[in-house]
């Protein structure tokens, strides 16, 4: 057999765990704890040359006393990072070892030997900073490709199939649901499916039910789940042939996701999208709570009971800008923009989460028109000079990062690159937790690590009241004074007479993007809009600029600002909803969100004086 022992080189350690005719060799080195505490054991390896592959036992020894860590096996040519948390007494002596087996007939490489005593990131967690817990939940799963093999580069396409048909599908497989015990470097598996796909996994506020999407192998569509915390206790919520998402749990017992129910396609892509809706914990009582005709994302309570999620929209604008972030209550009412929106966002914002202790949130700032799976940099966001400054996002950690999670005011975790979780705090210092194990990778060794979530009991947020009337078809909209608003300088009072109403329809099917499902979607107007609007007609604005009216419903409604001539003054680039029985307001017509209430000389408006309008189809 041949055999080196580490060797000191650039502050690591290097060596060879080789075997040859059959017999094992060891690699060791041996040091001495400078104090008690737990440390973590890691050092990098890969696959070295053909032959017969066998794992090798990795064990710390001190004296006469042999504690087996684990073992390693190097399928792949490509290097891991493995590691091990060993609890050693300080100013005694140990051992570590790597012990290859009689059986393999190959060389594993093995560099950047570490043994750590962790002070900063890691001893804080451990410490209870975050609470009192050590399993971290997970998934794992792959990225799904384009039907020409590519990865997917949408952020959005992760379910359902291209609109070139149901055999071109758009999600991946090699599902795992999987807790790993942070203080014993310990993996366990709640639920496996090779073919299957697993994702979104949200834990109870008790801590000891999880709440995740799974689409089962030789299935197409991703349903609504629950697991016991200790993998017993499989059952499905919801079924059927839409896709259902991104759930998270309401402080009421609900549960709000994102499904295709709503039946629509990206307006200008090939593959469907999914909007927000709610449900009761057995699954009953399906709900839809957004109208968007594109797609709404990762929907999670606030601390104060509304619900924050990620919005893509364009009316009649550039189609890849504008996908930020939005709050509405839970039942679906009052719907405002928290971040973005009123300029144009070289980003996706998703995947956000509230900061303990703070009004902050944590996120995925994905760069363009966002990246496969939500990719991109992990970011802090506080809004508190208004959702219109770009410079209210912070880069904490750039690259092709996953699913951060706040664990305390100033500790955040977050998949990075979809290979491992590591933790970070506001300066921006990384510190691995662990890697998916390489054996969990798949066949193809492309399945990624998504959604890492501490698995332990939290408070409930906010209990906010139903403020919906099922029983009607019809909200209503208040306007304070249309004079209130962005670039309307120069206008004088009761130049508005009317507002002109149109509700942008979905688009339910698409017959578009030659064989493949590939091509694109062309606007209905060249170089312009991709949306197809709907009149429905006019209400009256009052001489003092305010608005009151009824209008349909869970619809997508935008709004022009019409002269005496019936010319447009304004338009709106956004849209907006009410649901049934819903009363909402607003200042103005896009207005600052930091400026003012309006002042006057009286306390009631004149359309609020005189009651809603109908809308006028005539015009």
């Not at 009649?316 to 800008?321: E, G, H, N, P, V």
Request: aromatic share 10%; hydrophobic share 35%.
């Amino acid at each position: 057999p041949i055999s080196r022992t580490f060797r000191p080189a650039g502050g690591a350690w290097m060596g060879v765990v080789q075997t040859h005719q059959g017999h094992g060799c060891s690699l060791e080195q041996t040091v001495r704890a400078p104090q008690t505490g737990t440390y973590v054991f890691s050092f990098i390896y890969g696959r070295s040359g053909g032959g017969k592959i066998a794992p090798f036992q990795v064990r710390v020894i001190e004296g006469a006393t042999t504690n087996e860590l684990g073992s390693i096996c190097a399928t792949s040519f490509d290097y891991h990072r493995a590691h091990f948390h060993v609890p050693l007494v300080g100013g005694h002596t140990y051992t570590f070892a790597l012990q290859s087996s009689p059986r393999a007939d190959h060389a594993t490489l093995v560099d950047d030997f570490s043994l750590e005593l962790p002070t900063t990131l890691y001893g804080r967690l451990i410490s209870g900073e975050a609470g009192d817990f050590d399993e971290i939940i997970f998934a794992t799963r792959t990225y799904c490709s384009t039907p020409q093999g590519r990865r997917e580069p949408h952020w959005y396409a992760n379910f359902g199939y291209y609109s070139s048909g149901p055999q071109h599908t758009t999600f991946g497989s090699v599902g795992r649901l999987a807790a790993y015990n942070f203080k014993t470097g310990k993996f366990r598996t709640l639920l496996e499916d090779a073919k299957g796909s697993i994702r979104d996994p949200a834990v109870h506020y008790d801590g000891k039910t999880i709440l995740f999407s799974y689409r089962p192998g030789g299935s197409s569509t991703y349903h609504l789940y629950t697991i016991n915390a200790d993998g017993t206790g499989l059952k499905a919520l919801t079924s059927g042939k839409y896709d259902d998402i991104e759930p998270a749990w309401l402080p009421d017992g609900d549960i709000i996701f994102c499904s295709s129910r709503s039946r629509r396609w990206v307006n200008c892509w090939v593959t469907q999208v999914a909007t927000i809706f709610r449900m009761k914990p057995d699954g009953s009582g399906i709900r839809l709570l957004s109208s968007n005709i594109e797609e709404d994302n990762t929907p999670v309570p606030l601390p104060d009971g509304r619900i924050l999620y990620t919005r893509w929209e364009y009316v009649d604008r550039q189609q890849m800008a504008f996908h930020h972030l939005w709050t509405m209550n839970p039942d679906g009412t009052s719907h405002q923009i928290y971040q973005g929106n009123t300029y144009p966002g070289n980003s996706v914002y998703i995947d956000a989460k509230p900061v303990p202790g703070s009004d902050e949130v944590i996120l995925i700032d994905s760069p363009g028109h966002g990246r496969t799976e939500h990719g991109g940099n992990v970011s802090l966001l506080s809004v508190k000079n208004g959702p219109d400054d770009p410079a209210n996002v912070k880069h904490l950690i750039r690259g092709r990062h996953y699913d951060p999670w706040a664990l305390s005011h100033d500790l955040f975790m977050y998949s990075a690159d979809g290979r491992s979780v590591e933790l970070t705090d506001r300066t921006g210092r990384r510190q691995l937790l662990f890697e998916l194990p390489p054996e969990w990778t798949g066949p193809q060794h492309n399945a990624q690590l998504f959604e890492p979530r501490p698995l332990c009991a939290r408070p409930r947020e906010r209990i906010l009241a139903d403020r919906t009337n099922p029983a009607l078809k019809t909200g209503e909209f208040y306007l304070e004074n249309v004079l209130e608003s962005r670039s309307m300088a120069g206008v004088k009072p009761g130049t508005i007479k009317q507002l002109l109403i149109l509700e942008l329809l979905p688009k339910p099917i698409n017959f578009l993007g030659g064989a493949h499902g590939f091509g694109g979607m062309e606007p209905f107007s060249l170089s312009g809009t991709f949306s197809l609007p709907r009149l429905l007609g006019t209400v009256p604005v009052e001489e003092d600029g305010s608005a009151y009216f009824t209008a349909p419903a869970l619809r997508s409604l935008f709004f022009i600002a019409l002269d005496a001539d019936g010319r447009a003054v304004k338009r709106m680039q956004s849209f907006t909803q009410v649901m049934p029985g819903e009363k909402l307001g607003c200042v103005g017509c896009h207005e600052r969100k930091t400026s003012g209430t309006v002042r006057r000389a009286v306390s009631v408006s004149k359309a609020l004086a005189r009651g809603p309008s109908k809308i006028d189809p005539s015009g």
